[in-house]
């Protein structure tokens, strides 16, 4: 089992609909939850992180956090064109440092 | 703020060379991590260092080497490259240091990259 799991994709959702992003981790320890946006050819990006159970809105972005069900998922809402892009998720383990674990990442298609 | 840089930004070697990649953090950053991305691996950890001192390492072999200097620039060097050497080589600075909340000491912020092509 690898130790965070994304759906590859793609994703396709039309301009304006609701993108959704799922992403498990295996490891219990873990602390700190982050999404990354990467454009083909481009470094990561930071979205957004979060740490405790619930949800975290920032614009259009919200992200949740269960860590009973060890899942973080991304909601990007009001999808537009330049959203498209590759998501990552990202995961700390409290006893690995900064070590961030990161899933394959979802490929999404914001189709006009 | 300034954001991380690295250098070179771009970089053909040929199998066996050696290669060294640089890296500076965002000002008042003081831990930096280096990441390799390939298409068929995804993103992997390399190393972290902090105050000059490697924290914490991935499984790369030992041709993958690093070092911090006192102004936590970094550098991270390949030895007798392999073809698959070929990669983005990402470098993530954090502020992680005592004094600071928790959630604000971890979040990495990764420079543009170093796309190395091994031929």
């Known amino acids: 089992q690898k130790e965070v799991e994304q759906n590859s994709g793609p994703l396709s959702v039309p301009e304006g609909a609701i993108a959704s992003l799922n992403c498990t981790y295996s490891?219990?320890?873990?602390?700190?939850f982050f999404w990354y946006r990467q454009y083909s050819g481009k470094s990561p990006e930071l979205i957004m992180s979060?740490?405790?159970?619930g949800d975290k809105e920032d614009g259009r972005f919200t992200a949740q956090l269960n860590k009973a069900s060890q899942y973080v998922s991304l909601l990007i809402r009001d999808s537009q064109p330049s959203d498209s892009a590759t998501y990552l998720c990202a995961v700390r383990v409290r006893a690995a440092g900064n070590k961030l674990t990161f899933g394959g990442g979802t490929r999404v298609l914001v189709k006009p | 703020k300034a954001g991380v840089t690295q250098t070179p930004r771009y970089l053909i070697k040929t199998r066996g060379q050696q290669v060294t990649l640089s890296c500076s953090p965002i000002?008042?950053?003081?831990?930096v991590s280096w990441y390799q991305q390939t298409p068929g691996q995804g993103l992997q950890f390399l190393f972290e260092y902090f105050s000059e001192t490697q924290r914490n390492k991935g499984n790369f072999p030992g041709r993958f080497s690093g070092r911090q200097f006192s102004n936590s620039r970094s550098e991270m060097n390949v030895s007798t490259l392999e073809l698959g050497d070929s990669a983005l080589y990402l470098c993530a600075s954090s502020p992680r240091g005592p004094g600071l909340p928790p959630g604000a000491t971890d979040t990495q912020y990764f420079g543009p990259g170093t796309r190395l092509t091994v031929l």
């Open positions: 000002s008042g950053h003081r831990s």
């Open positions: 490891d219990r320890g873990s602390q700190s």
């Open positions: 979060i740490y405790s159970n």
